[in-house]
């Protein structure tokens, strides 16, 4: 009975056959691993090498997307398209059969000669061959399985706005950082950072199997600036057609917001277009608004008045004798353009441009005083903007004026400016005498009070201003600054260019104002270098390009007109 | 072997095959997964491209244009601007 409590299955009744069987098969396998192993250790060492080099896992880079560049509103001035690249390695296409190497050039859409030439010789083992195709043009050329051609994703550049913003704006080189311009000055923001992943690729260096992040790529920032794209293409198209009709060397012009001192548009002429710059001229890459300064001419004469009539030196109404416009200081002898007046007030002294007056009511103040106006006003200091090459301007050393550079320096000569530096200058002017810094990214309400600077009691701003308006009316130097609908002004310049350290027959046309002048709110500033047919007068020249921008801005941003004409008294006005 | 030993292997078995499923299954979904990402990749790409077209369509030079040549539109003078106080 006690058989039956035991289990079958434990009872151990194995004939020795069985493992005998057992141990030689063991034996056998392992004998079958020994000789297996020998065989690849040894015989096809080789090709298991070359195979296992083919696949490996490789860290790739993925690059980031370059932030936009945007206008205020939001319009886009840059951003970046992915395109791809080929690339080869010319040791081992040149190993090719030639169908293979004129599928190849085929399929790139040149001559076998030219694939040829780009390979190259030396010893190079990666050239590109085609830089940043369209995607779907590149695809094909992927699918063609070569080895030792492939495809890197990239991005490039574009710029929706073109030849108008192309100074400011800049631009990146074929790898996609910023080389000119804004580009090149906001390059850490709009950068982001290349991301790494981990893959497998095959002997092609097509990607076998996607595997982890390493890390993922973080995308640039966009930046808002300041500029308003509409205002911008008005400001650069105004400044061309001055610039064509009297075949000027060059122009600059920019806009400025006066209650909050951001910088609305910025043109310079000549220009280029930053999607296509094959041979690239270097002045057309200049953004002369900023980098280049001249003397600026009688456009400082309000600056100089301005610290006359704030230490109560004169009045608006003080008469000045003009001694018919020749004025002799030392053995120099200062000039007026329009001769014949004996004596003009402070007023008609702005209004007609007098060097003889402003030389006069300068020789009355103290020469370090005006130097130190000159530079609280931002004359000879660099103006605080992200870009590159903003020049400070110069002015001579203040402990050794003498009585000629103070003259001269009253109507704007022996003195080098920026023409953003003297729009800063009238926006102070036209905020009654607060200077705000500017801003080439957009502000939405005017800066703190603590960077704001009063430079001018309001009084004092309000004379000169007033001055300023005669400028634009009949008998001042720029009627033809006026714009129908507003009341503007505003201050020409006539100078002289130096060349080599002597004045000679060149001149820099240009005018600064601002509308509407009984609540400002542009600064516009015009500079013509060189003009060359029919005047070059700054008031002839310059002043027509303030009027055209100033009458096609205003109405755009809603202002009204504070210069209502008959059609406008008669209209009956509608109830809101 | 008792019923409940069968029993065990039984599971044992199921779900060695349902771990094989599971992992096809998930295979299969990381691969839609994947799919779906590169196709959300390449919408984004292609929403960029666009807006990059619209931009230089609606750059101030054309519509200046085409407001003037197509339509026979023109800046209104001041006098035919009527301000409209609230």
Redesign the interface.
């Known amino acids: 009975m006690e058989k039956t409590a035991v289990n079958p299955?434990l009872v151990l009744a194995v004939p020795v056959w069985r493992q005998r069987l057992m141990a030689g098969l063991l034996l056998t396998l392992l004998a079958a691993l020994v000789v297996r192993a020998a065989y690849l250790q040894g015989v096809q060492r080789d090709f298991l090498q070359q195979q296992g080099e083919a696949r490996y896992e490789r860290q790739i880079e993925v690059p980031a997307m370059r932030g936009r560049v945007l206008d205020r509103n939001g319009?886009?001035l840059a951003?970046?398209?992915?395109v791809a690249s080929i690339w080869a390695d010319p040791a081992k296409v040149r190993e090719w059969p030639a169908e293979d190497f004129a599928r190849l050039a085929h399929a790139l859409g040149m001559s076998t000669d030219e694939l040829d030439r780009r390979l190259g010789q030396g010893g190079r083992r990666f050239v590109y061959l085609r830089r940043q195709l369209p995607p779907d043009q590149a695809a094909p050329l992927a699918q063609l399985g070569l080895e030792g051609v492939g495809v890197v994703e990239e991005y490039q550049r574009?710029y929706?706005?073109?030849e108008?913003f192309a100074q400011l704006v800049g631009l990146v080189d074929v790898d996609g950082n910023g080389i000119e311009g804004l580009e090149a000055s906001l390059q850490a923001m709009l950068q982001g950072e290349a991301g790494k992943r981990l893959v497998i690729q095959d002997r092609r260096g097509r990607v076998v199997q996607?595997s982890v992040w390493m890390q993922r790529p973080r995308d640039g920032r966009d930046v808002v600036l300041s500029l308003d794209?509409?205002i911008?293409?008005?400001t650069y198209?105004a400044l061309e057609r001055a610039v064509e009709l009297h075949q000027a060397r060059a122009g600059g012009a920019v806009v400025i917001d006066v209650r909050t001192g951001e910088i609305l548009a910025l043109a310079n002429w000549p220009s280029y277009n930053p999607n296509r710059r094959t041979g690239l001229d270097l002045s057309e890459v200049r953004n002369r608004v900023v980098t280049d300064v001249y003397e600026p001419g009688s456009v400082m004469k309000p600056v100089l008045v301005a610290l006359a009539l704030e230490r109560g030196k004169v009045r608006p109404d003080t008469l000045i004798d003009i001694q018919g416009g020749v004025f002799q200081v030392g053995n120099h002898t200062i000039r007026d353009s329009h001769t014949g007046d004996r004596a003009l007030t402070v007023s008609q002294v702005i209004q007609k441009s007098s060097n003889v007056g402003v030389a006069k009511i300068a020789l009355g103040l103290d020469p370090k005083d005006i130097w130190q106006h000159y530079r609280a006003f931002g004359f000879g200091v660099r103006p605080d903007l992200p870009l590159p090459g903003v020049a400070s301007g110069r002015m001579l050393p203040a402990d050794s004026l003498k009585p000629i550079e103070v003259a001269t320096m009253a109507y704007g000569h022996g003195i080098s400016t920026s023409l953003l530096q003297l729009a800063h200058a009238y926006q102070t002017i036209a905020n009654d005498g607060v200077m705000l810094p500017l801003s080439l990214t957009r502000r939405d309400a005017p800066p703190p009070v603590s960077e704001q600077r009063r430079l001018l009691s309001p009084k004092t701003a309000q004379d000169v201003k007033a001055m300023m308006e005669l400028v634009t009316q009949a008998g001042g130097t720029a009627t033809r600054a006026a714009?129908?609908?507003?009341r503007t002004a505003g201050k020409t310049g006539t100078a002289h260019k130096l060349e080599n350290g002597r004045y000679v027959d060149k001149y820099v046309a240009s005018f600064v104002g601002y509308a509407p002048a009984s609540q400002p709110r542009l600064v516009v500033a015009v500079m013509i270098d060189e003009p060359k047919v029919k005047s070059y007068y700054g008031g002839i020249v310059a002043a027509p390009v303030f009027s055209e921008i100033v009458g096609?801005v205003l109405?755009g941003l809603g202002v009204?007109?504070d210069m209502p004409?008959?059609?406008?008294a008669a209209?009956e006005?509608?109830r809101? | 072997?008792t019923r409940f030993e069968a029993m065990l292997v039984g599971l044992v078995v199921a779900s060695g095959v349902m771990l094989v499923q599971a992992k096809h299954e998930a295979r299969l979904r990381y691969l839609a997964l994947?799919m779906q990402t590169r196709r959300g990749e390449r919408l984004d790409?292609e929403w960029?491209?666009l807006?990059?077209e619209r931009?230089?369509l609606?750059?101030?030079?054309r519509v200046?244009r085409l407001a003037q040549e197509k339509l026979g539109l023109a800046?209104?003078?001041?006098?035919?601007?009527?301000?409209?106080?609230?």
């Open positions: 299955m319009q886009i951003d970046s398209s992915p574009f929706p706005q073109g108008a996607d794209a509409r911008q293409h008005i198209r714009v129908a609908g507003y096609q109405p009204v007109p004409g008959p059609a406008v209209a006005r509608p809101g | 072997m994947e790409v960029r491209q807006q990059l931009a230089t609606v750059t101030q030079d200046q800046s209104p003078r001041p006098e035919q601007i009527v301000p409209w106080e609230r």
